[in-house]
Structures are given as C-alpha cells and as structure tokens.
C-alpha cells in the first residue's frame, strides 16, 4: 500500500521543479501566403516571456 505523500510536500517538490513546463505555452499565429492569398498557422510551444517576441516577428 502506497503511503499518503503530504501537501507540505508536495508544494515543496513543485517548488524544486520551477523550471518545468508550466512556464512554456503554446502560441499559434495565421501567416498569410503573398502568392496565394491563403492562410496558413504557425504553432510553436514558448516560454511565457517569449510569447510577445513571437507575435512580433513578420514570418
């Protein structure tokens, strides 16, 4: 039988895992074809800081 892990703990465990992937989002942005006319989207996962540097780029 597994033993009952504290929320004292467990809250101290998600602190030693700051970096996990609960600071990554994925964004998705419509890039339009210039010789088509046709949209297309762009999905990557980034860092929450990165996201306006993202919607900033052209293409």
């Given at each position: 039988?597994a033993k009952k892990?504290?929320?004292?703990?467990?809250?101290?465990?998600?602190?030693?895992?700051?970096?996990?992937?609960?600071?990554?989002?994925?964004?998705?942005?419509?890039?339009?074809?210039?010789?088509?006319?046709?949209?297309?989207?762009?999905?990557?996962?980034?860092?929450?800081?990165?996201?306006k540097d993202f919607?900033?780029?052209?293409?």
């Amino acid at each position: 039988m597994a033993k009952k892990v504290s929320k004292n703990a467990r809250v101290a465990q998600r602190a030693a895992n700051a970096g996990s992937g609960k600071d990554h989002v994925k964004v998705v942005k419509a890039v339009k074809d210039p010789v088509t006319g046709k949209y297309t989207y762009k999905q990557m996962i980034v860092h929450k800081d990165k996201v306006k540097d993202f919607f900033a780029d052209v293409k």
